[in-house]
């Protein structure tokens, strides 16, 4: 149980607190994942633990709690998709009409 990641050293993680998903902070989808993906990780490791402890049905509980936090995460991440690829696509046409002007002056 000690060597499985938690919510920040997994790698949705990493690129949640430390890497490129910083660059999504402010889209509300973004923060909205943090509580759900941390119940996948509390919830998975209280499941193993009730497994260890030989309580199979108090597993079987957490399991189902990291399967719905699971659903909810995966739900907001398709959104955060969407709105990402808006960002993108959104920042790629400001950065062609910012050289479109630049052209312009020449």
């Known amino acids: 149980i000690d060597n ?5 050293n997994c790698r949705l993680g990493k690129w949640f607190y430390e890497g490129e998903g910083l660059n999504f902070a402010h889209l ?3 923060q909205q994942i943090e509580e ?3 119940q996948v990780h ?3 490791v209280s499941a193993l633990r009730a497994i260890e402890e030989g ?7 957490f399991l189902r ?7 909810k995460m995966m739900h907001i991440m398709s959104q955060l998709g969407a709105k990402m ?7 790629e046409v400001e ?3 910012d050289s479109n002007q630049a052209n312009e002056l020449f």
């Open 42 to 44: 509390e919830n998975g």
């Open 28 to 30: 509300t989808c973004y």
């Open 65 to 71: 709690k990291m399967e719905d936090a699971s659903d």
């Open 95 to 97: 950065k062609n009409n």
């Open 4 to 8: 499985v990641p938690n919510n920040h």
């Open 55 to 61: 309580d199979l049905a108090k597993s079987v509980d």
């Open 85 to 91: 690829t808006d960002e993108l696509q959104k920042h």
């Open 36 to 38: 759900p993906h941390k």
